[in-house]
């Protein structure tokens, strides 16, 4: 711990802190007034005018078939940076149970990891290491609605986006260039151009303190809110010295739809397994975020397909690898730029479709798609969709056991073969908030507690994490209030 909060380093997150973090709780508030998702006209002279792109990439970035996602754990890392992957985003958002060991922890690892000195040794005594090829690093601090409670600054916790970026940053920036790369970020869950534009303010703050030029930092812009949906070129216009892309957030952007559509009595999506990348309203997300990004010289990624391999089952394993497969396919034709994926097993599958059909190419940003009107990306028809009652016992099961784990600081867990991360269950738990409360589903509260009551007696009872879990998930799928995010309302319960 005393490697990373020197005098120094608290200094220059302290100083980042005060100066901004007024406009980040502005802009918090703002949020809660934007009521209606619409193309701005106010900003519509930036969607119009040709001339303007967003400066050239660097070298390194130009190509990005396949970016492995994950926490910033020592194993996660090590094995990411070695699995063949062009990028490793490590995570200290919704993959990452951000218990002050883990952010810390995380903090270092990745010192260690620039160094090329990261180890890991199992208990079995298997040491890993890393590979002198390794993946492009990049990294993702908490969203604007977090914030960091082991570090007040004037009585008031610290900004999480400012507290992860910061430090890593600080730490790292000057390390990485002189290995000849630079520090990338992945910027999460924004709703609007202005918070796009405090990020870029941000890191004109951080080059000038450390005395760096302008565009040493690279962004890519996570679109996983609807709100945001309707601002992707103003979004890369307040970034344009500084982003690279755009990222399809399919699993937040499902839930970013419930909240806030919530009191609309005719939004009713189905089973979350039945909300798959080719209804007419996610097409119409993935469509517009291809043109958009190449329309101004950016790169277009997608997202993150849930599927995970089974090493022990090779049924299981065969069935995963040809629904990702599958969905590459899907993304790589529809002029993505790359994709995620999040195991090592996984690489290879989409390393070989994103290199079948760019054939060498280093991205497709001539590629474009269809036009997109307002309506298509709000039109939320399924067609076929249905509520299921094992579509309802999943979403709680999985709201549930992944709180559990959460609770424990495990941010990314493995439930029947799908990677189940703080999103998912953003999801699953919204989706019965809005079930129990429509008239066509004949679901109720008393049946989510009856299903959790099931649930609890298959885990470990004497944790008391698991009670705590079930009053959680009680709580925020059968309160009248919709609360706006899980992680926020748990964080308090966090060691």
Known sequence: MERIFTPESVSFITKLHKKFNPRRQELLALRATRQKPEFLAETEHIRQDPSWKVAPPP???????????????????????????????????????????????????????????????????????????????????????????????????????????????????????????????????????????LWNDIFVAMQEELGLPKGTIRCTVLIETIMAAFEMEEILYELKDHCVGLNAGRWDYIFSIIKKFQHDESLLLPDRSQITMTVPFMRAYTDLLITTCHKRGAHAMGGMSAFVPSRKNPQINSAALLKVADDKIRESQDGFDGTWVAHPDLVPVAMKVFTETLQGRPNQKDHMRPKVHGRQLIDFKVPNGSVTEQGFRQNVIVALRYLVSWLKGQGAVTLNNLMEDLATAEIARSQIWQWIRHENVPYDAQFVREILEEEREKLDISDPRVDLACRIIDDITTDPVFYDFLGEMSYRYLQ
């Open 59 to 197: 070298k390194e970035l130009e190509k990005r078939y396949v970016e492995i996602t994950g926490p910033a754990e020592k194993k996660m890392i090590i094995n990411a940076l070695n699995s063949g992957a062009d990028v490793f985003m490590a995570d200290f958002e919704d993959a990452m149970s951000p218990t002050w060991d883990n952010v810390i922890s995380g903090q270092e690892y990745l010192i260690d990891a620039i160094d090329g000195t990261l180890t890991f040794t199992n208990t079995e005594g298997k040491v890993y290491r890393l590979n002198e090829k390794r993946a492009l690093l990049m990294v993702r601090p908490r969203g604007w609605h977090l914030e960091e409670k082991h570090l007040m600054i004037e009585g008031s916790p610290i900004s999480a986006s400012i507290f992860d970026a910061g430090l890593y940053f600080f730490h790292n920036a000057k390390r990485l260039l002189e290995k000849g790369t630079a520090p990338y970020f992945y910027l999460p869950k924004m709703e609007s151009h202005l918070e796009a534009r």
